[in-house]
């Protein structure tokens, strides 16, 4: 009688533990079950961060608009222009000098100093410009390398000097004529005493700092690139000169067998 009682309260015992168990083995997987829910639903997904796609959708549209704004308002500058009798798409410059044979040629030069005997021309596209009240500061690149412009009120006329404020922009291609002076922090520039606009671009340059790294659009417009990494348009140019001597040379053959 007593193995019956005890074995009753061990049955008992075990029946309760079993019970406990497979309750919260219930609990623990309907607390995981809750918290499936509410990290992985696509509505707490969709606050909480958005799709890829759509933030790079948001960045090109802002992208777009960006430069459709800029080109609006270079295009309207275009209009000004000609309404003032100035022409922005010249038809020529004469140009003596390229900004390399400047370099080479008044290196000499020492900090500070003007060579008013000099009187160069030259031309190139625009790409940095600094303004500082009477002065503005801009970096002109050509086929050969860079060269500084050095833009004084008191060098050029009231009407150029409001036109170079107003109307230029990096980016475009000017033509500009002077002498040569070296500043006091020893940059060879050109001191403006005229310039012209030859053409007036309508979209900014690429990013100063950053540039064109975009491999697609690198290739696929190469005429940016060449503009925002020289180095692709000196490869192109070495690639020309040897293509040129091949044929020169594979004519020359011809002739000769002949």
Known sequence: MEALRVWRASSN???????RAAAAAAASAGRAHRFHIRCCSPAAAATTKPPQDRRRRSASSSSTSDRDSIRAIRLK????????????????????HTTKELQERYTHLENGEVCTEASVSIA?????????GKLVFMTIRDDSGTIQLYCEKDSLTEEQFEQLKAFIDVGDILGASGSIKKTEKGELSVYVSFFEILTKS???LPD????????????????????????VADVFRTRAKVLNTVVH?????????R
């Open 13 to 19: 015992l075990l029946g309760f533990a079993a019970s």
């Open 77 to 96: 500058k275009v209009e000004e222009l000609r309404g003032k009798g100035y022409e922005p798409y010249a038809y020529k410059w004469d140009r003596t």
């Open 124 to 132: 190139g596209r625009i790409v940095a410009r600094r303004a500082f």
């Open 202 to 204: 309508l979209l900014p």
């Open 208 to 231: 100063k700092y950053h540039g064109l790294t975009d491999v697609d659009k690198r290739y696929r417009q190469r005429y940016i690139d060449m503009i925002a990494n020289p180095e």
């Open 249 to 257: 040379r594979n004519i020359f053959s011809l002739g000769k067998q």
